[in-house]
């Protein structure tokens, strides 16, 4: 089992940027694909970003692509999303989440409670126009 805490969150103008980090612990952080998914408010929570256990693969929604960047520093058990040239519609709660293993193929229709085992609790961000 890997816990998950989320920080980074925040108020911004558009057109800004943050960057949201997510600290692990447990043993097998290393061996989990990692993602960022999102949820606004009425709305389902999607996947928005994944990245292999290696961090040599990823994986971007089409909504951020360009925009956000995800990377992860397995000697600190981190996974970090850098996200730039926010715009309201990224306010959302973010989520960090442990997959259960090395990599697999995500896709907007990712069945984010089936694949990733452990979730944080969410860190707000909230663009102003």
């Known amino acids: 089992q890997v816990q998950l805490v989320e920080s980074g969150g925040g108020l911004v103008q558009a057109g800004g940027s943050l960057r949201l980090s997510c600290a692990a612990s447990?043993?097998?952080?290393?061996?989990?694909?990692m993602g960022w998914s999102r949820q606004a408010p009425g709305k389902e929570r999607d996947i928005v970003a994944a990245?292999?256990?290696?961090?040599?693969?990823?994986y971007y929604a089409d909504s951020v692509k360009g925009r956000f960047t995800i990377s992860r520093d397995n000697a600190k058990n981190t996974v970090y999303l850098q996200m730039n040239s926010l715009n309201p519609e990224d306010t959302a709660f973010y989520y960090c989440?442990?997959?259960?293993?090395?990599?697999?193929?995500?896709?907007?229709?990712?069945?984010?409670?089936?694949?990733?085992?452990?979730w944080g609790q969410g860190t707000q961000v909230t663009v102003s126009s």
């Open positions: 989440a442990a997959d259960k293993g090395l990599w697999r193929q995500y896709n907007s229709r990712t069945p984010l409670t089936g694949y990733f085992a452990s």
């Open positions: 447990g043993r097998t952080f290393d061996m989990r694909a």
């Open positions: 990245i292999s256990w290696n961090g040599g693969t990823t």
